[in-house]
């Protein structure tokens, strides 16, 4: 692996002090850290420019996946710098960062870190790789001190007994951490497949060495284990032919035994985890459409359901948060409640009083934002808080319980002026069929929606998944396309999640089909307001957004003036075949696309490629030769599609390039190019006061 420790860190910059109270929340500057890296500074931004840097848009964030130690006397934090993505470690009460380990992302990205304990960090790694002619995404596992050395690759690959062919295959995905093991400090309990077996086993691993012991051997058919409060393995969830089944153990290991079998995912059943009570069970079920929490009894046979949480509007997300003190469940690691007013009990995913007023306090603190508890120390005195809003790029705090105070550390994105994002502003529609929507739209800056002016140059924005969903927070693509000018209309069409059961299944084998008219359904409503200028709308998109704006092109050509795919799809066949050479890939993928033989003909008649023809505008292809999610073949046979159709079209290929953009540079690219095409395809107004 290619880290390196890296030369001294340049230091955070300013901040400010929030004082927390049960009742009221007073705010105050301090100097907190000096001027954020040099690498990370774009050009000082003149008064009265149209637009805020593309750079300030496109770089990575500053900083991402801050973690405060046990003992809440350090913060550890992935830096992004001049390029390089740096772990880092500093004190809360210093200004001196240290470098641990430091990645190019050329072969290495990282996907997070953790604390163990107050002295090791561990740090999970991806990579792209191959295995017998197969694109796979690898994952590592290292251990690191907070002084960047005693670095430890945990999963080492054990020499068979007798063998004289080395080293046995490595396991692809070496970071499922099943159990942190707090009160342990010195192990973890890791899924790693068994021995001779695809199916994964536990093992507790130490995280000094990387020597581990087998807890809990692999099953047939059982993909993912689940332990308990006392770190004892109780839950294992099992997959054969479209059937899911929970099971379970005592606390004694015995009597196993399946609580609940299901074929259809309206009855599906995801454990979260254990209270401090063995026998008591946190899971997520569906209930009067939504996704909620419940508890069961697992000494109880009948196995009744507690709710503990619903959401009549949306499904209930987040996961277990527990004290470091006791290990009680104190609720949900969710953020604030976005449909409460003012006279209403917020706060109701967090189930403890005191934590519950500690975090409506920094709600009013810091109103109007999505404020998320990430840590608490073992004293449970300092905790972080991440906190992002609607046209507030996203914002890390350290919280003192003691002194009330709630401290600025990083922002996200710190050469974005907030004062000159665009906001986004929900608006709820029905499709065709009378299917409710609920919509986005953001329009430039000094433009509200209501007012008189001209129809704007447009940009219909799908999100990837389809299994996503948007919402009001801060994303960087519809912050920088509304600051070129454009109106940005995003939509939660069927298909998406977060929206209960109904909406889900709604997209079911419906791509291009229902799911692509709720895209136009969205523009034709914005047309129909006098917001956008129905001859200059581009649809952009990337994964399945990009599969959704090639569609558009071909479904609805008159539509738009141009389309741009970021790894887009564009072949639901080859799609559908290259799912099939991974577990599970193809039961998935016929369950949600289609079955490739028997829905040949509509697979066809919505692949993007298979229609080219239909095509009128310019399309912009990006997509990198790296993607383990969608493969770069994709785009190649599109671009090949437009050519033989003799289409105009423009296919930039990113060399190492992944399905995340994980590269700055490849970063900085994409949107220079879509900066470029959009203005040559729709001529946006430039001039703003």
């Known amino acids: 692996m290619r880290f390196e420790h890296s030369k001294p860190l340049p230091r955070w910059h300013a901040g400010r002090v929030l004082h927390i109270a049960a009742a009221s929340v007073t705010l105050a500057w301090v100097a907190l850290f000096s001027t954020v890296a040099a690498a990370a500074e774009s050009p000082p931004i003149a008064a009265k420019v149209d637009r805020q840097p593309l750079t300030s848009f496109a770089s990575l964030p500053l900083l991402s996946d801050v973690r405060l130690s046990p003992d809440g006397q350090q913060i550890a934090a992935l830096m992004n710098t001049g390029g390089k993505t740096v772990l880092m470690t500093r004190p809360v009460t210093g200004n001196k960062p240290r470098a641990l380990l430091t990645t190019d992302n050329q072969e290495f990205s990282f996907n997070w870190i953790h604390w163990v304990n107050n002295e090791r960090v561990l740090a999970s790694v991806r990579f792209a790789s191959r295995r017998d002619f197969v694109a796979t995404v690898e994952t590592r596992l290292l251990s690191v001190k907070v002084d960047g050395s005693g670095s ?30 707090p009160q342990d400090g010195q192990h973890v309990l890791l899924q790693l497949n068994g021995p001779g077996s695809v199916n994964p086993a536990v093992y507790k691993v130490d995280v000094n060495t990387g020597e581990r012991v087998m807890v809990k051997g692999p099953e047939r058919l059982v993909m993912r284990w689940l332990s308990d409060a006392q ?30 079998r299901s074929t259809e995912m309206k009855d599906r059943v995801w454990p979260m985890g254990f209270g401090q009570d063995p026998q008591e069970l946190y899971i997520k079920a569906y209930h009067e459409d939504r996704l909620a929490v419940f508890t069961v009894r697992l000494d109880d046979a009948a196995l009744p359901r507690q709710l503990r949480l619903a959401d009549p509007h949306a499904d209930v ?7 470091p003190l006791t290990g009680e469940v104190l609720g949900l690691r969710s953020g604030a409640d976005e449909e409460a007013d003012a006279t209403d009990e917020t706060r109701p995913a967090m ?43 996203g914002e890390y705090y350290l919280g003192d319980r003691r002194s009330g105070e709630l401290t600025l550390l990083a922002e996200t994105y710190p050469d974005l002026d907030p004062d000159r994002l665009a906001h986004k502003v929900p608006v709820t529609l029905k499709a065709r069929d009378g299917l409710p929507l609920v919509a986005f739209a953001t329009l430039p800056l000094g433009r509200k929606l209501g007012d008189a002016g001209p129809p704007l140059p447009t940009v219909l924005l799908p999100h990837g998944g389809p299994n996503s969903h948007d919402d009001t927070g801060f994303d960087p693509w519809t912050a920088f396309l509304a600051d070129r000018g454009y109106l940005v209309l995003q939509v939660n069409f069927r298909g998406s999640d977060g929206y209960g059961y109904a909406h889900k299944a709604a997209g079911l084998q419906r791509w291009g089909l229902e799911m692509q008219d709720d895209l136009s359904d969205t523009l034709l409503w914005a047309t129909g307001q006098h917001l956008a200028d129905p001859a200059r709308v581009c649809i952009v998109g990337a994964s399945y957004g990009g599969y959704a704006a090639l569609m558009g092109v071909v479904k609805t050509p008159e539509l738009y003036r141009c389309a741009v795919s970021f790894a887009g799809v564009s072949d639901l066949p080859d799609l559908i075949a290259t799912e099939s050479l991974y577990h599970g890939g193809l039961e998935e ?24 023809g239909s095509i009128r505008v310019p399309v912009l292809l990006v997509h990198g030769t790296a993607d383990r999610v969608v493969p770069v073949d994709q785009s190649q046979t599109m671009a090949s599609a437009l050519k033989s159709a003799g289409k105009t079209y423009r296919y930039v290929e990113q060399e190492g390039g992944d399905h995340h953009l994980s590269r700055e540079a490849h970063r900085l690219a994409f949107f220079t190019e879509l900066e470029t095409f959009l203005d040559q395809q729709l001529q946006p107004q430039k001039a703003r006061d």
């Open 152 to 181: 430890v690759n945990l999963v080492r690959n054990p020499v068979p007994s007798g063998s004289i062919l080395g080293n046995a295959p490595s396991q692809q995905f070496q970071d499922r951490v099943l159990d942190w093991l």
């Open 231 to 260: 770190g004892r393995v109780r839950v294992g969830l099992q997959e054969d032919d479209g059937v899911i089944e929970v099971r379970a153990c005592d606390p004694d290991g015995k009597r196993w035994r399946t609580l609940w």
């Open 317 to 323: 997300g987040g996961w277990l948060l527990r004290s």
């Open 351 to 393: 189930w403890n009083a005191t934590w519950r007023n500690t975090l409506k306090a920094i709600d009013k603190g810091l109103p109007e934002r999505d404020n998320l508890l990430l840590d608490i120390s073992h004293d449970e005195q300092r905790y972080l808080i991440y906190s992002e809003g609607n046209g507030q790029p």
């Open 589 to 612: 993928a016929e369950r949600t696309i289609g079955k490739a033989w028997g829905d040949r003909e509509r697979l066809r008649a919505t692949s993007p490629a298979r229609q080219a």
